[in-house]
Nanobody, 125 residues
Framework: QVQLVESGGGSVQAGGSLTVSCAAS????????MGWFRQAPGQEREGVAA????????IYADSVKGRFSISRDNAKNTLYLQMNSPKPEDTAKYYC??????????????????WGQGTQVTVSS
C-alpha cells in the first residue's frame, strides 16, 4: 500500500534553513506528482509546493515563492522541501502528498489523495 514517511522536521530560527524529506513506497513514484502541504493550528491545510513526475516543473504557493524549493530523487523514491529564510508564520505540520499517475500539469491541490503522517516545523523569531 501507499506509504509516505516524512522526516527532518524540528525547530529552526527565522532566517535559517531546514530541509524536510519524504520517503515514498507502494506506488509508481516516478509517474506521480508529489507535493508538500502544511497545516497550522486552527487553520485549514494548504498546498505549499508541487513537482511533476520527472521533476522538470514546480509550483509554489505565493507565501513561500522564492524561499522554499521542492525537489525529488526518483532513484531513491524521495521528496524534499528545502526551506530557506523561514518565517514564524511558516510554523506548521508539513505533510508529503502523492498524486499517482499524474498526467496533467499543474495538478489541482485537491487531486492529492495520499498523505504522510506529517512532520512538525517550528520557526522561532
Amino acid at each position: 500500500q501507499v506509504q509516505l514517511v516524512e522526516s527532518g522536521g524540528g525547530s529552526v530560527q527565522a532566517g535559517g534553513s531546514l530541509t524536510v524529506s519524504c520517503a515514498a513506497s507502494g506506488f509508481t513514484y516516478s509517474f506521480s506528482c508529489m507535493g508538500w502541504f502544511r497545516q497550522a493550528p486552527g487553520q485549514e491545510r494548504e498546498g505549499v509546493a508541487a513537482i511533476s513526475p520527472r521533476g522538470s516543473s514546480t509550483i509554489y504557493a505565493d507565501s513561500v515563492k522564492g524561499r522554499f524549493s521542492i525537489s525529488r530523487d526518483n532513484a531513491k523514491n524521495t521528496l524534499y522541501l528545502q526551506m530557506n529564510s523561514p518565517k514564524p508564520e511558516d510554523t506548521a505540520k508539513y505533510y508529503c502528498a502523492a498524486r499517482p499517475l499524474c498526467l496533467a500539469w499543474p495538478p489541482v491541490w485537491a487531486d492529492f489523495g495520499y498523505w504522510g503522517q506529517g512532520t512538525q516545523v517550528t520557526v522561532s523569531s
